[in-house]
């Protein structure tokens, strides 16, 4: 089954930064848009940033200008650095496509942010 592999996760005081990683097998990564989600404790799973092929990036509003995705196509790898973190930001992470597609979901990587 195609699975997304996370990492990069761990737990940082608020004001901190950290950068996730996210690497799968070419044929996900090949012309897809992919993109960041997160799910917090009793809540759904939000989307939070995505990247084109090319290059082009979105984010949800809650984090512009503190999280910046990138990719590496070559590497079939996409970043997703985190700066200035809130203990709201406290979350597992997850990569897949958007949309997302179900066998894709890997295991996360969780993001703790203490106050």
């Known amino acids: 089954q195609v699975r997304l592999v996370e990492f990069g996760g761990g737990l940082v005081q608020a004001g901190g930064s950290l950068r996730l990683s996210c690497a799968g097998s070419?044929?996900?990564?090949?012309?897809?848009?992919m993109g960041w989600y997160r799910q917090a404790p009793g809540l759904q799973r939000e989307w939070v940033a995505a990247?084109?092929?090319?290059?082009?990036?979105n984010y949800v509003d809650s984090v512009k200008g503190r999280f910046t995705i990138s990719r590496d196509n070559a590497k079939n790898t996409v970043y997703l650095q985190m700066d200035n973190l809130k203990p709201e930001d406290t979350a597992v992470y997850y990569c897949?496509?958007?949309?997302?597609?179900?066998?894709?979901w890997g295991q996360g990587t969780q993001v703790t942010v203490s106050s």
């Open positions: 070419g044929s996900i990564f090949r012309m897809n848009v």
């Open positions: 897949n496509t958007v949309p997302s597609m179900r066998d894709y």
């Open positions: 990247i084109s092929s090319g290059g082009g990036t």
